[in-house]
């Protein structure tokens, strides 16, 4: 029983390595965010321009260390444009879903350019995820269905402004499509399997948490946080899942997919 018991943290605290390097990326801006809030002396540069030329920085050290592949680098750099559109919608004065506070020389329009390594983040945590454990799947849906589903979660986080919101019935087709789809994956040499749909409730969960950290740093607010931080609505958590699958479709396009027979 002891034997079970050590061999169980074990492999939880390799699990927790495992996850802690697949978010380096993630990481280290999240606790720039954080650092830069309470202690920024650079009177000369901005901090969001600090924010920028270190993320790229780390980005370019990652790949010449090889601690990222050139492919999963170019998958990163669509996940950057991608973001970058939707927030210059995003951030749009008639749009004003949130905004950002401070002053800085690199960005386009109301978006300064640090912000597309946020979702770039979510990127490279999914690549390095899957190659780190080792992901497999009992099934997966074909390509093209999932490619549609993706494209119109994209789309709606733009016509839900103007038009029907349809992430529920987005969601519901995720569902439909994803259920009963296991994740196979290995800590150590044992192999683990979980529901996807869970895997990405749990990851939304986190990311939720990290907005959280983001708003409270003022690195970025939302309208109802204007007089004062106030925790991010719940509602984001399906926004969160529903970029989680589209984050996963995405990098799933670069990766070949193992199935176990």
């Known amino acids: 029983m002891v034997e079970l018991f050590k061999e169980a943290l074990n492999e939880v605290w390799v699990f927790s390595l495992k996850q802690a390097y697949a978010c380096i990326f993630g990481g280290f801006l999240l606790g720039l965010m954080v650092l830069t809030h309470f202690y920024y ?86 690549a390095r995820v899957w190659r780190i454990f080792e992901f497999s799947f009992n099934r997966y849906p074909n390509k093209i269905l999932t ?6 979660i994209y789309l709606n986080f733009f016509t839900h402004h103007f038009t029907l919101d349809f992430r529920w019935f987005l969601l519901a087709w995720a569902f439909y499509l994803f259920w009963g789809v296991q994740v196979h994956f290995k800590v150590l040499d044992k192999g683990r399997k979980t529901p996807l749909l869970l895997a990405w409730l749990f990851v939304a969960f986190l990311l939720w948490v990290a907005e959280n950290i983001g708003t409270l740093t003022n690195t970025w607010i939302y309208p109802n946080q204007l007089g004062g931080w106030k925790l991010v609505s719940w509602n984001k958590l399906i926004s969160w899942y529903l970029l989680m699958l589209l984050s996963f479709a995405l990098i799933s396009f670069t990766k070949k997919i193992q199935i176990n027979r």
């Open 147 to 152: 490619a549609l589903l993706v494209s119109l």
């Open 41 to 126: 002396p650079l009177e000369s540069l901005h901090r969001y321009d600090f924010l920028f030329l270190a993320a790229v920085s780390f980005q370019v050290f990652l790949l010449a260390f090889r601690f990222e592949s050139f492919r999963e680098g170019a998958a990163i750099l669509i996940f950057h444009i991608v973001a970058t559109v939707m927030e210059l919608f995003k951030t749009n004065p008639s749009v004003g879903s949130w905004q950002y506070p401070e002053s800085y020389y690199f960005g386009i329009a109301t978006v300064p350019l640090f912000s597309g390594f946020m979702y770039s983040a979510v990127g490279s945590y999914i």
